[in-house]
């Protein structure tokens, strides 16, 4: 029989495997990946998640909160020396009980709430608190306080003591609930850092070792992808790791920036969880090659040179160009070509040429992206904003750079890769909330096991609807909408005026300008401005013109007097490929029990009806256009439109899903153990 350790030895042993490696495994926490249902087990998934959406659940948490507000009762009489003990009562036991969450520790964080933010959490924001809670999405129409239910779950989950990671759909946000909410949370005894674009890696750390985090999908995911790239062997464990680092072994201790993925609550989640989905987040390290700055030069001196119809052919829905036989004749015939072994390649040719004519069709200055400082600024459609940071790969950027005459940025080549779908995937609880949810309902709980919950309202919707205008062209367009302008102002209304791109805002804004209407405009180029003008854009008689920037979080205070003449006024002047960003614009009236109203007007030639409807369709409505008997018709055609193009993005989405396991095995990805 082999000899015992001795007792010190196996007392320090038993220590470090029951406490130590929990602390340093927590950098490496990842949820491991679920195995793909098949046959039966989808339907089976499904029912679920049509029972967790029953009106039941609503009933239950219902209860919870009036018992809540018993509690809370009891504590709005305490002074704040009591209360302070009562929260580090609460706190402690809430430690104790494995995480579960009592009402008292709801009425706890509410009373702390009223008191350092004056923000008064109604019962509807309670019972979102314990939605968020129990895992999940909650559709809290816009207005309704989704920013305060996220700060009170974010709390409780600090006190759970695993760190808590609040995403936003964009730097400003970000950066904006961290300031307003740190007095409250610095009273819970919970600590608050954020993580933003220009945030630098030992800040970052920093960040990250606070108690709750406030950051965006892009940083989160890409922080996640650095750390894994600092890891040289992929499959390594977090245990392993730390017996590597006790043991001194040479490259044993690896100082990530983040503490794991263990809970997250997602504000605007349908814009991260589903419009983000399409693209995969890459990191990518620069990769310089003449050959290819060459290629792509020779590709769109081609590309802008080539007959649509001709030599290339385009499937707009798709976003998607494909050369002919006589496109390539063609290409032969305008010469120019690079001596390098890339250009010589057929395949490879014909692929740089294919991607110039998107770089020609589908990638527009002041739409898809700007021109800053002699560089390609990729613009976020579905939020409007800049990335500066981002790239297109295979040669797209280099392209466009081509196309806009500046200097050409050295290629990258892509190091690490995932999908916003894997990575969300990989957080041990989530949960979120938005006021566009109902759409994707079946495919969030489908991808990422979150089943979905509408909140009621606190206060009835005042927000009145003036119908949908649709106009033959552009010119007719732009007369209603600065005539529409004009009216409001006159009755002393802001007017909120959303457009879907920097060139339509510019635009509007030089109209308005020369019929003396003074006005501010918010867009990709202004960032810097958003504060201000966000500030001032429900004073009364101020008109704000706007892209998808305006759409999301963004609350507009009405002026003092404002609300008598009937609030904001929200003009649509574009419909988007979804329903679901159409209303966050509308959202932006009428909230929290304000007045409001929302007229839109919209083109039939616009890119969402010719992208998405039949030739035969499209004259059909040119002619009925103003006929009476068949008004109906052009909204048919929008419902139509939409659904088909929300169906196309699931589609792609579903692709997207597909390929990630394959993406992770080529790029070395592996579970950890």
């Known amino acids: 029989m082999a000899p015992s350790a001795p007792p010190i030895i196996a007392k320090r042993v038993s220590i470090v495997m029951r406490t130590a490696p929990s602390e340093y495994q927590k950098s490496f926490y990842q949820r491991l990946g679920e195995k793909e249902l098949k046959g039966l087990d989808v339907l089976a998934k499904k029912m679920a998640g049509?029972?967790?959406?029953?009106?039941?659940?609503?009933?239950?948490?219902?209860?919870?909160?009036?018992?809540?507000?018993?509690?809370?009762?009891?504590?709005?009489?305490?002074?704040?020396?009591?209360?302070?003990?009562?929260?580090?009562?609460?706190?402690?036991?809430?430690?104790?009980?494995?995480?579960?969450?009592?009402?008292?520790?709801?009425?706890?964080?509410?009373?702390?709430?009223?008191?350092?933010?004056?923000?008064?959490?109604?019962?509807?924001?309670?019972?979102?608190?314990?939605?968020?809670?129990?895992?999940?999405?909650?559709?809290?129409?816009?207005?309704?306080?989704?920013?305060?239910?996220?700060?009170?779950?974010?709390?409780?989950?600090?006190?759970?003591?695993?760190?808590?990671?609040?995403?936003?759909?964009?730097?400003?946000?970000?950066?904006?609930?961290?300031?307003?909410?740190?007095?409250?949370?610095?009273?819970?005894?919970?600590?608050?850092?954020?993580?933003?674009?220009?945030?630098?890696?030992?800040?970052?750390?920093?960040?990250?070792?606070?108690?709750?985090?406030?950051?965006?999908?892009?940083?989160?995911?890409?922080?996640?992808?650095?750390?894994?790239?600092?890891?040289?062997?992929?499959?390594?464990?977090?245990?392993?790791?730390?017996?590597?680092?006790?043991?001194?072994?040479?490259?044993?201790?690896?100082?990530?920036?983040?503490?794991?993925?263990?809970?997250?609550?997602?504000?605007?989640?349908?814009?991260?969880?589903?419009?983000?989905?399409?693209?995969?987040?890459?990191?990518?390290?620069?990769?310089?090659?003449?050959?290819?700055?060459?290629?792509?030069?020779?590709?769109?001196?081609?590309?802008?040179?080539?007959?649509?119809?001709?030599?290339?052919?385009?499937?707009?829905?798709?976003?998607?160009?494909?050369?002919?036989?006589?496109?390539?004749?063609?290409?032969?015939?305008?010469?120019?070509?690079?001596?390098?072994?890339?250009?010589?390649?057929?395949?490879?040719?014909?692929?740089?040429?294919?991607?110039?004519?998107?770089?020609?069709?589908?990638?527009?200055?002041?739409?898809?992206?700007?021109?800053?400082?002699?560089?390609?600024?990729?613009?976020?459609?579905?939020?409007?904003?800049?990335?500066?940071?981002?790239?297109?790969?295979?040669?797209?950027?280099?392209?466009?750079?081509?196309?806009?005459?500046?200097?050409?940025?050295?290629?990258?080549?892509?190091?690490?890769?995932?999908?916003?779908?894997?990575f969300f995937q990989k957080y041990k609880k989530m949960a979120g909330a938005t006021g566009t949810a109902r759409e994707i309902a079946g495919e969030v709980w489908s991808i990422y096991s979150v089943p979905s919950i509408r909140i009621p309202r606190n206060q009835s919707d005042r927000r009145t609807h003036d119908g949908i205008i649709y106009c033959g062209d552009r010119a007719e367009r732009d007369k209603r909408i600065l005539s529409e302008i004009e009216a409001q102002v006159r009755k002393g209304r802001p007017v909120l005026v959303g457009t879907r791109s920097v060139s339509s805002s510019e635009d509007l804004g030089r109209r308005l300008g020369l019929r003396g209407v003074d006005c501010e405009i918010l867009n990709a180029t202004r960032l810097a401005e958003e504060a201000a003008v966000i500030g001032r854009a429900g004073s009364g008689k101020r008109v704000t013109i706007a892209t998808n920037m305006a759409g999301r979080g963004t609350d507009i205070e009405l002026g003092y007097g404002v609300a008598a003449y009937g609030g904001l006024h929200v003009v649509a002047t574009e419909p988007h490929e979804s329903r679901r960003i159409d209303r966050q614009l509308f959202g932006r009236a009428g909230r929290q029990g304000d007045p409001g109203s929302v007229i839109c007007f919209y083109r039939l030639d616009d890119d969402l009806f010719e992208q998405n409807l039949h030739p035969v369709m499209l004259r059909c409505l040119s002619k009925v256009q103003g006929v009476v008997g068949v008004r109906w018709l052009p909204r048919v055609a929008q419902a139509f439109a939409q659904k088909r193009s929300e169906s196309l993005a699931r589609k792609r989405r579903q692709l997207v899903s597909k390929n990630d396991a394959s993406l992770k095995r080529s790029l070395g990805f592996a579970e950890e153990r």
Not at 398 to 414: D, H, N, R
Request: with cysteine; aromatic share 8%.
């Open 50 to 422: 049509i029972w967790k959406r029953r009106a039941g659940v609503r009933r239950s948490w219902n209860r919870r909160v009036e018992l809540a507000e018993i509690h809370w009762k009891e504590l709005e009489p305490l002074s704040e020396g009591d209360l302070d003990r009562r929260i580090r009562e609460c706190r402690g036991g809430f430690k104790m009980s494995e995480a579960k969450l009592s009402e008292e520790a709801l009425a706890v964080v509410c009373e702390v709430a009223a008191r350092t933010l004056k923000l008064r959490p109604y019962p509807v924001q309670m019972m979102a608190v314990v939605a968020l809670w129990e895992g999940y999405l909650a559709e809290i129409d816009t207005g309704e306080g989704k920013t305060l239910s996220i700060a009170l779950a974010g709390a409780l989950a600090a006190w759970d003591g695993e760190p808590c990671h609040i995403v936003t759909a964009n730097d400003y946000l970000a950066a904006r609930d961290a300031k307003t909410m740190k007095r409250f949370y610095e009273r819970l005894g919970v600590s608050v850092g954020v993580v933003t674009g220009d945030t630098e890696e030992k800040d970052r750390r920093e960040a990250y070792r606070r108690m709750v985090t406030y950051t965006t999908s892009k940083e989160v995911a890409a922080d996640y992808l650095r750390d894994r790239l600092k890891i040289r062997e992929w499959n390594r464990s977090g245990r392993r790791q730390f017996f590597r680092k006790m043991a001194q072994v040479r490259d044993g201790g690896v100082e990530l920036v983040q503490r794991g993925l263990f809970r997250a609550f997602i504000d605007e989640a349908d814009n991260c969880l589903i419009d983000e989905a399409v693209t995969p987040l890459l990191i990518s390290q620069p990769h310089r090659e003449k050959a290819v700055e060459d290629a792509c030069r020779a590709a769109w001196f081609i590309g802008e040179r080539l007959v649509e119809g001709t030599d290339y052919r385009v499937k707009r829905d798709e976003r998607q160009a494909t050369l002919t036989n006589a496109g390539r004749e063609s290409a032969e015939k305008l010469g120019g070509f690079p001596d390098s072994a890339l250009w010589r390649c057929p395949q490879r040719r014909g692929q740089m040429i294919t991607l110039a004519l998107e770089a020609r069709e589908f990638f527009h200055r002041g739409i898809q992206y700007i021109v800053e400082g002699g560089k390609i600024i990729i613009v976020d459609e579905g939020t409007g904003r800049p990335m500066p940071n981002r790239s297109w790969k295979l040669g797209l950027h280099q392209i466009v750079e081509a196309k806009e005459g500046v200097e050409l940025t050295e290629p990258s080549q892509t190091i690490a890769q995932i999908s916003f779908q894997a």
